[in-house]
Nanobody, 124 residues
Framework: QLQLVESGGGLVQPGWSLRLSCAAS????????IGWFRQAPGKEREGVSC????????FYDDSVKGRFTISRDNAKNTVYLQMNSVNPEDTGVYYC?????????????????WGQGTEVTVSS
């Protein structure tokens, strides 16, 4: 059974760093693209970043480009989202999701399997 479990969320101050993890089971990372999404209170879910299964190609939304880094560890079957220089606009529930290995952008409708989410709060 394909499963995704996020972890690493918490309360941090602006300017701090945080690393989210997405542990996958029931499949190998190179067979799916993994995306990170977030949903802030009262807002729609938005795509943050993704790493394609086929070639490991990465994509970042403009709002996080230069601050966030997505990576994967095939040996641990885990995808990470390193979040640096966070700001209050980064607050939200972060979800990882798995989609076709050919997907190269984090568009939610193209992802089939979702984790339960991990909450990130950026506040002073």
């Amino acid at each position: 059974q394909l499963q995704l479990v996020e972890s690493g969320g918490g309360l941090v101050q602006p300017g701090w760093s945080l690393r989210l993890s997405c542990a996958a089971s029931g499949f190998t990372l190179d067979s799916y693209t993994i995306g990170w999404f977030r949903q802030a209170p009262g807002k729609e879910r938005e795509g943050v970043s993704c790493i394609s299964g086929r070639h490991g190609k990465t994509f970042y939304d403009d709002s996080v480009k230069g601050r966030f880094t997505i990576s994967r560890d095939n040996a641990k079957n885990t995808v990470y989202l390193q979040m640096n220089s966070v700001n209050p606009e980064d607050t939200g529930v972060y979800y990882c999701a798995a989609g076709s290995a050919l997907v190269v952008v984090p568009i939610a409708e193209w992802y089939d399997y979702w984790g339960q989410g991990t909450e990130v709060t950026v506040s002073s």
